[in-house]
């Protein structure tokens, strides 16, 4: 029973996760370079007022149900613990992103305005948007192997 709770909870925690990446990827930033520089300022300010907080608490959630997981699964279930394993690893990878090179990407277009707009926002505008594809690939793959080590046995 330890490990069906484990494996429910990995699941609904990494979907919650990977939706707060591709959701708004979706619906917004994958145009965001065809945003007037007052526009852009205005999303990132709210998409980092709406989700900052969130993902804060969300993806250590996940990464340690996940962990759970491993140490139920561990040595009886190596068709769970493999994939858990693998999907542990992205989502470590994901996390990476962010914390390195997407946060504070954002903390520094927080502060600026349009007439203090750096000459080179775009570059950085562009450079957060090509790693947020990196960590929604980890995200994705890595919510894929915690589904398959769920349902294929």
């Given amino acids: 029973m330890a490990l069906k709770i484990c494996e429910l909870v990995s699941l609904v925690l990494a979907a919650w996760v990977t939706g707060m990446f591709v959701g708004p990827w979706l619906a917004l930033t994958r145009s965001i370079h065809t945003f007037e520089p007052e526009i852009f300022l205005a999303i990132v300010r709210r998409l980092n007022d709406n989700m900052a907080s969130v993902m804060t608490a969300l993806m250590p959630a996940g ?41 504070p990407i954002v903390k520094r277009i927080v502060t600026w305005t349009v007439p203090t707009l750096p000459k080179d926002w775009q570059c950085l505008r562009d450079r957060w948007s090509a790693f947020h594809i990196v960590r929604i690939a980890a995200a994705v793959a890595g919510f894929i192997l915690l589904a398959a080590g769920a349902i294929w046995r």
């Fill in 63 to 103: 990464l340690l149900s996940i962990a759970a997981l491993l140490f139920v699964s561990f040595g009886a279930r190596p068709d769970i613990f493999y994939p858990a394993l693998a999907a542990l690893a992205l989502f470590v990878v994901a996390l990476l992103v962010t914390a390195i090179i997407e946060v």
